[in-house]
């Protein structure tokens, strides 16, 4: 446990509807991530940051924007939702310097009908 | 871009036997890591790889790197029910600010 919680942890939302999902950390990690998992694709990554208000795109990053005001918080909001974003998304952070090594949060199962 | 790749996909194994999963990639890398997610479940960090050649065991798992062949392998000794989940490996570039790319996973079923 890397100290990280995600909410909320199940979300059914329509398609349109603006969604925010946020990442929250205790440990005051510079580097913090967010991908989505489905299948037949493992995880492919969002957005990612690596620092208050410093953040870039990740490979997957098209309908999607993040925020990140204060270190121990990242959110990631989905503008107008579509049901290509059904989705679990996980948040990760970076433990150490100069390994890549990754700790996964417990994850967000989000549906848009 | 960086293609992540592994296999087999999926594998029923036995408990008590041995295998094997591969993990190839497509770019130039020293490093490379294995995690372990049970359904419905978070992913847990099992393995981290930082140069050629190295090998890393717990328990019943050892995992090895092959930078010259880009290629890391898991291996599952003596399989037990326990070892059931799908396994990812991941490779992170030097130079990609310290992002990971994940390979499709394998889902590892041991049956009695």
């Known amino acids: 446990d890397a100290g990280i919680t995600q909410s909320p942890r199940h979300k059914v939302t329509e398609t349109g509807t603006p969604v925010t999902l946020r990442c929250h950390q205790t440990e005051n990690h510079r580097y913090m991530y967010w991908y989505r998992q489905d299948p037949g694709h493992g995880l492919r990554l969002i957005h990612y940051?690596?620092?208050?208000?410093?953040?870039d795109k990740g490979e997957v990053s098209d309908g999607y924007s993040v925020s990140r005001s204060k270190t121990e918080d990242f959110l990631l909001t989905l503008e107008s939702a579509t049901s290509s974003q059904t989705s679990v998304y996980f948040c990760?952070?970076?433990?150490?310097?100069?390994?890549?090594?990754?700790?996964f949060g417990p994850g967000t199962r989000l549906t848009v009908l | 871009e960086l293609k992540v790749e592994q296999n087999p996909l999926f594998l029923s194994m036995q408990e008590g036997k041995n295998y094997t999963i591969y993990c190839n990639y497509s770019t130039t890398s020293d490093r490379l890591y294995w995690y372990r997610q049970d359904p419905g479940k978070s992913l847990e960090s099992l393995f981290v790889?930082?140069?050629?050649?190295a090998v890393k065991q717990e328990g019943r798992l050892m995992a090895s790197l092959d930078t010259k062949a880009r290629l890391s392998t898991l291996h599952i000794t003596a399989a037990v029910h326990d070892l059931s989940a799908t396994y990812f490996c991941?490779?992170?570039?030097?130079?990609?600010?310290?992002?990971?790319?994940f390979g499709t996973g394998t889902r590892l079923q041991v049956t009695l």
């Open positions: 940051s690596y620092g208050v208000k410093d953040t």
């Open positions: 990760a952070i970076k433990a150490l310097a100069g390994i890549n090594e990754q700790f």
């Open positions: 991941a490779v992170d570039v030097a130079g990609t600010a310290s992002k990971l790319t």
């Open positions: 790889l930082l140069s050629n050649g």
